[in-house]
């Protein structure tokens, strides 16, 4: 996808889940949008490109969240990059299987977010965070299966070769 | 070494790129949360798109709640609620006041004291982040709002500005695992301190003494010694009590009074001396040792 594609499309699911979320009530779980645009990049940017774009993708989370830290930004990056790593064992090329390795993607992300958010201010909201991770995940994998057809709509990049054991 | 440089170009700006963010996170200044140009030109990129969505939904529950002919009768009574709002919220204000009104004139005859201006406000949107409770609401600085105001429904207190922008702003929730508030208990004056617990419908009482007096079902109420807060709001109601027949405090949680998740319209007051942020060392020490 190309960079201001990744961020207007960002910005538009972020605003969107935004809108969406204060009309369902505070208290619904979130959904990773961004995990998935992260996931997406990992599969079909190259490393420098992906990790700007996800830099940027992070950024925007994180000043969405109200109160930027730079948590989200780095976890981004970060979870890029081990997609990247992944992607070298797993070919991911039908929606199912985009849809397991986001929500992998989105479990490592959480689990990280949550742990970086208790090891700074030692809340007592580690327990409650952990205990919404799962249907998090759920949520974000089901947006990352509506999602998928539009990230392949634009993503104008060529065929990948035939590489990785999942298929 | 420019050689070398340009060999590992890849590495080193993914390394800036992972390692950036990460100080920024660890070294937490407060001061990062103050929006730059660039910030503030993203922001002002969402706000539009927001009321479009929220123009979209709200658009689509009209038609789906009544016929036009309504329409009329619903915008009054939106009307009519906010003012509705405003005059409860007035009301309850007001006795708290009133209160502490009289005990001051009975002690040292104190003029009667005006509350602070509000402001009303509409929700916009729910920050997407799971481990941060905040809000985004359609008032900022060009409606004369600053960082640190307290915002509250009729209900009672729901949180603080935290950031400001040109048309709006974003409020951190009473109930996120940062916020602090210094309270007391209406019935019985006892000073102490409200945390988030990061859900949605619960606060934790703290550092109030263990002989004092407090009881299940008692009113908790701002007390105003954090500089943030006016005193007299209505913060919530003590659940469940813990009380050991050890130590120096005992605790406590806090049924939040206002329902964080159905919020739509809230007030910003509008303090005259806007207070620094409750994670501003001065004020946050003021909230931790209220007693």
């Known amino acids: 996808m190309k960079f201001l594609t990744t961020v207007g499309l960002t910005l538009l699911l972020l605003t969107f889940e935004s809108v969406a979320v204060k009309y369902l009530g505070l208290s619904v779980t979130r959904i990773d949008v961004t995990v998935a645009v992260v996931a997406f990049l990992s599969l079909r940017a190259s490393t420098v490109e992906g990790a700007i774009s996800s830099f940027v993708v992070g950024y925007l989370l994180d000043l969405m969240s109200g109160r930027p830290t730079g948590l989200y930004t780095f976890l981004a990056v970060l979870t890029f990059l081990i997609g990247r790593l992944a992607t070298s064992l797993v070919d991911v090329r039908s929606a199912a299987v985009f849809v397991i390795f986001t929500m992998a993607a989105d479990l490592g992300h959480g689990l990280l977010a949550i742990f970086f958010s208790w090891l700074t201010s030692r809340d007592a909201a580690f327990g409650s965070n952990l205990s919404a991770l799962p249907l998090q995940v759920a949520l974000t994998g089901l947006a990352a299966l509506l999602l998928y057809p539009l990230f392949r709509k634009f993503d104008s990049g060529a065929e990948r070769s035939e590489v990785g054991l999942l298929r | ?291």
């Open chain 2, 1 to 291: 070494m420019l050689r070398l440089l340009k060999r590992n170009r890849d590495l080193i700006v993914v390394s800036v790129l992972l390692l950036y963010p990460l100080a920024t996170f660890l070294a937490r200044r407060p001061a990062a949360w103050e929006p730059n140009i660039l910030d503030r030109a993203v922001l002002a990129l969402t706000a539009p798109v927001q009321r479009a969505f929220i123009w979209t939904f709200d658009g689509a529950r009209s038609l789906w709640k009544g016929y036009a002919a309504l329409r009329g009768v619903r915008a009054e009574n939106l009307g009519l609620r906010e003012e509705n709002q405003r005059l409860r919220s007035d009301t309850n204000q007001l006795a708290e006041v009133r209160a502490e009104n009289d005990r001051l004139r009975r002690l040292l005859d104190y003029a009667q004291t005006s509350p602070d201006p509000q402001l009303a406000a509409r929700v916009l949107g729910v920050n997407p982040a799971a481990t941060i409770l905040s809000l985004r609401i359609d008032r900022g600085e060009s409606d004369g709002l600053r960082r640190g105001m307290p915002v509250a429904t009729a209900d009672g207190v729901v949180g603080i500005v935290q950031r400001v922008t040109g048309s709006f702003a974003d409020v951190v929730l009473i109930t996120d695992p940062n916020s602090k508030i210094a309270v007391k208990v209406q019935r019985s004056r006892v000073r102490a301190t409200a945390t988030g617990k990061g859900e949605n419908r619960a606060l934790h009482l703290e550092n109030a003494l263990r002989t004092e007096d407090v009881q299940e079902g008692d009113v908790v109420v701002t007390s105003g010694t954090d500089g943030v807060f006016p005193p007299g709001l209505l913060v919530g109601r003590i659940t469940s009590l813990q009380r050991h027949n050890y130590g120096m405090v005992q605790s406590a949680d806090i049924l939040p009074a206002v329902d964080m998740t159905k919020l739509e319209e809230v007030l910003v007051i509008r303090t005259r001396a806007a207070p620094a942020h409750v994670s501003n060392p001065q004020a946050r020490r003021a909230a931790e040792t209220a007693p």
